[in-house]
Structure formats: structure tokens, C-alpha cells
């Protein structure tokens, strides 16, 4: 599975982006897809997963209520609406894939196909 994401940029503390993510290359329908982000100095923080069938969704602590992961069938696409955004937010974020859902997404080990980086920085 082939993964593009884009939308990264330089936001204001407060902001809001939208990343998004074209996947190709294989039949989606068991697949999780979401994504991951690494910090300068820090490991990969999972941040956010979606199952590709039903649209259900998981979310790292750090994340949850403020950003929002959907898919648009449609066009192979997922996105990663970005909220109340604040400096701790800034990273390298990947789009990521896994070939099936689990129930506990505790990392970003748990995905096995990766996509290029896209650079969200968010000033204070």
C-alpha cells in the first residue's frame, strides 16, 4: 500500500490544519489507517486510526477532542482535521496503515505501512 500525505504548514497557537492522506495500492476494506507523529529528539506518538470498513476511530490522549480523523471512501483519502492546535503539536506527521483493525492502539508500532512525512509547526 502506497501512502501521500500533505497539508503540513506553519499555523498559530489556536489554529486549525487539515492534513490529508491518498492511499493506493490495495484493497482497503480490512485495513486501519491513520496517523503518527514524531517529535525533534522524541519517539513516534500515535495520534490517530480509523477502520476503513465501519469508520470507526481511535485517538492518542494527547489528541482526543481536539483532533478529528475521517476517510472518504470515495477518493482513498484520510484526513486529520487539526484544533486547538498549541507548540507541543509541532511535528513530522505520517499517514500510516495497518492490514487489519485492533481494539487497543497504544502505539505507533501497531501500523506496518508507512507514508512520507508532512511538517506541521505551530507558533506561539
Known amino acids: 500500500v502506497q501512502l501521500q500525505a500533505s497539508g503540513g504548514g506553519l499555523v498559530q497557537a489556536g489554529g486549525s490544519l487539515r492534513l490529508s492522506c491518498v492511499v493506493s495500492g490495495d484493497y482497503l476494506f480490512n485495513y486501519a489507517l491513520g496517523w503518527v507523529r514524531q517529535a525533534p529528539g522524541k519517539e513516534r506518538e500515535f495520534v490517530a486510526a480509523?477502520?476503513?470498513?465501519?469508520?470507526?476511530?481511535a485517538y492518542g490522549r494527547s489528541v482526543k477532542g481536539r483532533f478529528t480523523i475521517s476517510r472518504d471512501r470515495a477518493k482513498s483519502t484520510v484526513y486529520l482535521q487539526m484544533n486547538s492546535l498549541n507548540p507541543e503539536d509541532t511535528s513530522v506527521y505520517y499517514c500510516a496503515a495497518r492490514s487489519s483493525w485492533i481494539v487497543n492502539w497504544n502505539s505507533a508500532s501497531e501500523f506496518g505501512y508507512w507514508g512520507q512525512g508532512t511538517l506541521v509547526t505551530v507558533s506561539s
Open positions: 480509523i477502520r476503513w470498513s465501519t469508520g470507526g476511530t
